[in-house]
């Protein structure tokens, strides 16, 4: 029996061994994301615009739901994830109201960033200029270059 019970102990002893360290548990945001690109997407757009590809079928592009919200504005948009409303379906049987809190959260953080948790670009849709080697190195070349009507030495740029 002892030899039964050391075999037994030196097959189970590395899956105690093995067992995997329990993940960290996603923010409300990340979890607020991934229950949204499960379940309403398709109507709302991938961030949350109403421009899903579902949408057309109800009727063209649906109101942004990408918005901040006062507490108010909360639990009555809970009750309608939870409860639907129009051609909106319930999602009592897939979330509990938690989870419909961290959509609306995420909700909320995706009005201000662009792709992907990007932050928005600078003035006119270009992106902040960082100051680095990069930029340097044009700074450099721009200044070498001749202005118009010199030459490369800095002289008169003459026919030929």
Same mark, same amino acid.
Do not use: F, S, T
């Given at each position: 029996m002892p030899i039964v019970l050391a075999?037994?102990?030196? =097959?189970?002893l590395p899956m105690w061994v093995s067992a995997k360290q329990p993940s960290k548990r996603p923010t409300d945001e990340r979890r607020g994301e991934t229950l949204f690109q499960q379940n309403c $997407?398709?109507?709302? /757009?991938?961030r /949350?615009? /109403?421009k899903g590809p579902l949408s057309a079928a109800l009727g063209g592009p649906l109101k942004s739901i990408a918005q901040r919200y006062t507490p108010e504005q909360y639990d009555a948009q809970v009750k309608v994830i939870m409860q639907g409303r129009g051609d909106m379906p319930s999602f009592d049987q897939v979330m509990d109201r938690a989870d419909a809190r961290r959509? =609306?959260? $995420? =909700?909320?953080?995706a009005r201000l960033t662009k792709r992907g948790g990007k932050k928005k670009k600078g003035k006119a849709g270009k992106?902040?200029?960082k100051k680095g080697k990069v930029s340097e190195r044009a700074e450099a070349k721009e200044e070498a270059k001749p202005e118009a009507g010199q030459n490369a030495a800095g002289g008169e740029a003459g026919p030929e």
């Open positions: 075999i037994l102990l030196a =097959l189970m $997407w398709q109507c709302h /757009g991938k /949350g615009k /109403g959509i =609306l959260v $995420w =909700l909320e953080d992106r902040p200029e």
